[in-house]
Protein backbone atom coordinates (compact mmCIF):
# COMPACT_ATOMS: atom_id res chain seq x y z
CA UNK A 1 0.00 0.00 0.00
CA UNK A 2 1.42 3.36 -0.89
CA UNK A 3 1.93 6.03 1.78
CA UNK A 4 -0.84 8.71 -0.23
CA UNK A 5 -3.01 5.43 0.44
CA UNK A 6 -2.39 4.67 3.81
CA UNK A 7 -2.92 8.47 4.41
CA UNK A 8 -6.41 8.24 2.95
CA UNK A 9 -7.26 5.72 5.13
CA UNK A 10 -6.38 7.20 7.85
CA UNK A 11 -7.89 10.53 7.47
CA UNK A 12 -11.79 8.12 6.82
CA UNK A 13 -10.98 6.50 10.08
CA UNK A 14 -10.15 10.43 11.83
CA UNK A 15 -13.21 11.39 10.13
CA UNK A 16 -15.68 9.69 11.78
CA UNK A 17 -13.87 10.40 15.66
CA UNK A 18 -15.17 13.09 18.35
CA UNK A 19 -13.49 12.12 21.37
CA UNK A 20 -9.74 12.38 23.00
CA UNK A 21 -10.52 8.28 23.98
CA UNK A 22 -10.77 7.36 20.53
CA UNK A 23 -8.03 9.50 18.97
CA UNK A 24 -5.68 7.27 20.75
CA UNK A 25 -5.61 3.93 18.69
CA UNK A 26 -6.08 6.07 15.56
CA UNK A 27 -2.57 7.28 16.32
CA UNK A 28 -0.58 4.06 17.24
CA UNK A 29 -2.93 2.93 13.95
CA UNK A 30 -0.96 5.68 11.95
CA UNK A 31 2.03 5.19 13.13
CA UNK A 32 1.87 1.56 11.99
CA UNK A 33 0.75 2.48 8.77
CA UNK A 34 3.30 4.80 8.28
CA UNK A 35 6.29 2.76 9.58
CA UNK A 36 5.22 -0.28 7.71
CA UNK A 37 5.81 -4.07 9.55
CA UNK A 38 9.74 -4.44 8.35
CA UNK A 39 10.64 0.06 9.72
CA UNK A 40 12.98 0.12 12.59
CA UNK A 41 11.73 0.86 15.81
CA UNK A 42 11.43 4.68 17.03
CA UNK A 43 14.37 6.08 18.39
CA UNK A 44 12.79 6.02 21.85
CA UNK A 45 11.97 2.81 21.88
CA UNK A 46 15.66 1.78 20.84
CA UNK A 47 16.40 3.82 23.65
CA UNK A 48 14.92 2.39 26.47
CA UNK A 49 16.39 -1.14 25.33
CA UNK A 50 19.97 -0.06 25.26
CA UNK A 51 18.87 1.80 28.58
CA UNK A 52 17.49 -1.69 30.23
CA UNK A 53 21.01 -3.30 29.93
CA UNK A 54 22.76 -0.63 31.66
CA UNK A 55 20.39 -0.16 34.42
CA UNK A 56 21.41 -3.61 35.86
CA UNK A 57 25.38 -3.02 35.42
CA UNK A 58 27.09 -3.22 38.88
CA UNK A 59 30.12 -1.00 39.64
CA UNK A 60 33.20 -2.54 40.30
CA UNK A 61 36.85 -1.28 40.34
CA UNK A 62 37.97 0.24 37.14
CA UNK A 63 35.19 2.04 36.02
CA UNK A 64 35.13 5.68 35.32
CA UNK A 65 32.06 7.49 36.13
CA UNK A 66 30.85 11.52 36.29
CA UNK A 67 28.43 12.58 38.81
CA UNK A 68 26.47 15.55 37.94
CA UNK A 69 23.96 17.55 40.29
CA UNK A 70 21.98 19.77 37.92
CA UNK A 71 22.58 23.62 38.80
CA UNK A 72 25.27 22.76 41.51
CA UNK A 73 28.73 23.16 39.79
CA UNK A 74 30.03 22.66 43.27
CA UNK A 75 28.22 19.08 43.40
CA UNK A 76 30.15 17.91 40.05
CA UNK A 77 32.46 15.43 40.14
CA UNK A 78 34.11 14.38 36.48
CA UNK A 79 35.42 11.38 35.67
CA UNK A 80 36.36 9.29 39.07
CA UNK A 81 37.99 5.98 38.44
CA UNK A 82 36.63 3.78 40.80
CA UNK A 83 39.28 1.88 42.84
CA UNK A 84 39.61 -1.15 45.03
CA UNK A 85 39.05 0.97 48.08
CA UNK A 86 35.07 0.86 46.92
CA UNK A 87 33.96 4.19 48.22
CA UNK A 88 33.90 7.34 47.22
CA UNK A 89 33.82 10.70 49.21
CA UNK A 90 30.33 13.18 48.06
CA UNK A 91 30.51 16.86 49.54
CA UNK A 92 27.94 17.00 51.86
CA UNK A 93 27.26 12.99 52.08
CA UNK A 94 29.95 11.52 53.28
CA UNK A 95 31.50 8.30 52.38
CA UNK A 96 29.83 6.33 49.59
CA UNK A 97 30.04 2.55 49.61
CA UNK A 98 29.84 2.35 45.57
CA UNK A 99 31.21 -1.25 44.31
CA UNK A 100 28.28 -3.30 43.17
CA UNK A 101 25.80 -0.73 43.06
CA UNK A 102 24.27 0.09 40.02
CA UNK A 103 23.44 3.96 39.07
CA UNK A 104 20.30 4.22 39.70
CA UNK A 105 21.22 3.00 43.15
CA UNK A 106 23.76 5.63 43.27
CA UNK A 107 22.08 8.56 42.12
CA UNK A 108 19.13 7.22 44.53
CA UNK A 109 21.70 7.63 47.39
CA UNK A 110 22.95 11.39 46.51
CA UNK A 111 19.76 12.37 46.66
CA UNK A 112 18.59 11.39 49.64
CA UNK A 113 22.10 12.38 51.17
CA UNK A 114 21.11 16.18 49.74
CA UNK A 115 17.59 16.80 50.18
CA UNK A 116 16.89 18.75 52.64
CA UNK A 117 19.86 19.27 54.21
CA UNK A 118 21.43 20.73 51.63
CA UNK A 119 19.02 20.90 48.22
CA UNK A 120 15.27 20.88 48.09
CA UNK A 121 14.75 19.15 45.24
CA UNK A 122 18.17 17.52 43.81
CA UNK A 123 18.90 16.16 40.15
CA UNK A 124 21.12 13.66 40.10
CA UNK A 125 22.89 11.95 37.22
CA UNK A 126 25.82 9.33 37.20
CA UNK A 127 27.09 8.08 33.63
CA UNK A 128 30.18 5.82 32.94
CA UNK A 129 32.67 7.31 31.15
CA UNK A 130 34.95 4.41 30.28
CA UNK A 131 33.93 0.93 31.82
CA UNK A 132 36.70 -1.65 33.50
CA UNK A 133 38.30 -4.27 31.58
CA UNK A 134 37.61 -7.97 30.73
CA UNK A 135 40.40 -10.41 30.11
CA UNK A 136 41.09 -12.89 27.68
CA UNK A 137 44.40 -15.25 27.29
CA UNK A 138 45.00 -18.03 24.98
CA UNK A 139 44.29 -18.58 21.00
CA UNK A 140 43.83 -15.19 20.67
CA UNK A 141 46.23 -12.79 18.05
CA UNK A 142 46.40 -10.11 20.82
CA UNK A 143 45.60 -11.36 24.82
CA UNK A 144 45.11 -9.20 27.13
CA UNK A 145 42.76 -6.89 28.51
CA UNK A 146 40.21 -4.35 26.76
CA UNK A 147 37.26 -1.79 27.89
CA UNK A 148 34.04 -3.71 28.17
CA UNK A 149 31.35 -2.70 25.84
CA UNK A 150 27.96 -2.92 26.43
CA UNK A 151 26.31 -6.31 24.81
CA UNK A 152 29.82 -7.60 24.71
CA UNK A 153 29.55 -11.62 23.80
CA UNK A 154 32.62 -13.93 22.99
CA UNK A 155 32.90 -13.71 19.59
CA UNK A 156 33.23 -9.80 19.76
CA UNK A 157 36.03 -9.73 22.46
CA UNK A 158 37.73 -12.15 20.30
CA UNK A 159 37.78 -9.50 17.59
CA UNK A 160 38.96 -7.12 19.83
CA UNK A 161 41.87 -9.24 20.61
CA UNK A 162 42.92 -9.36 17.05
CA UNK A 163 40.50 -12.35 16.13
CA UNK A 164 41.35 -16.12 16.56
CA UNK A 165 44.53 -17.95 16.27
CA UNK A 166 44.82 -20.47 12.99
CA UNK A 167 44.86 -23.36 16.28
CA UNK A 168 42.10 -21.68 18.25
CA UNK A 169 39.48 -24.06 19.09
CA UNK A 170 36.30 -22.97 18.97
CA UNK A 171 34.55 -25.88 21.03
CA UNK A 172 37.08 -25.18 24.30
CA UNK A 173 36.80 -21.58 26.03
CA UNK A 174 35.69 -21.03 29.37
CA UNK A 175 34.98 -18.26 31.08
CA UNK A 176 35.58 -17.61 34.90
CA UNK A 177 32.61 -14.65 35.75
CA UNK A 178 34.06 -11.61 38.06
CA UNK A 179 30.61 -12.18 40.11
CA UNK A 180 31.32 -16.06 40.50
CA UNK A 181 32.97 -15.98 44.51
CA UNK A 182 34.23 -19.81 43.62
CA UNK A 183 35.93 -18.19 40.32
CA UNK A 184 35.02 -21.67 38.69
CA UNK A 185 35.85 -22.27 35.08
CA UNK A 186 32.85 -22.53 32.31
CA UNK A 187 32.90 -23.80 28.85
CA UNK A 188 31.45 -21.29 26.65
CA UNK A 189 29.74 -20.76 23.30
CA UNK A 190 30.70 -17.86 20.76
CA UNK A 191 27.63 -15.83 21.25
CA UNK A 192 27.54 -16.48 24.86
CA UNK A 193 27.70 -12.68 27.11
CA UNK A 194 30.76 -11.45 28.52
CA UNK A 195 30.82 -9.07 31.54
CA UNK A 196 33.63 -6.43 32.93
CA UNK A 197 36.06 -8.36 34.98
CA UNK A 198 35.51 -11.72 33.73
CA UNK A 199 37.98 -14.07 32.24
CA UNK A 200 37.76 -15.57 28.35
CA UNK A 201 40.77 -18.42 27.69
CA UNK A 202 40.74 -19.92 24.65
CA UNK A 203 42.30 -23.27 24.50
CA UNK A 204 44.13 -24.66 21.54
CA UNK A 205 42.99 -27.80 19.06
CA UNK A 206 45.35 -30.79 18.57
CA UNK A 207 42.93 -32.05 15.76
Same mark, same amino acid.
Request: hydrophobic share 40%.
Given at each position: ????? &???????????????? %? =????????????????????? =???????????????? /??? +?????????? +??????????? *???????????????????????? &????? /???? %????????????? #?? %???????????? /????????? @?? %??????????????????????? #? &? *? @??? @??? &???? +???? /???????? #? #????
Amino acid at each position: MSHDN &RYGMLNILVGGSRTLS %R =WVPLVALAVALTLGGGSVAPA =WAQGTAINSGLSSYAL /GAG +DVISIRVLGE +DDFTKEKIRLT *DAGTIFFPSVGEIRINGTTLGELE &RIITN /GLRG %RILVNPRVSVEIN #EY %RPFFITGMVKNP /GSFAYQPGL @TV %RKAASLAGGFEERASLKKIFVIR #E &R *D @TTQ @TSK &RVEL +DSSI /GPGDLITV #E #ESFF
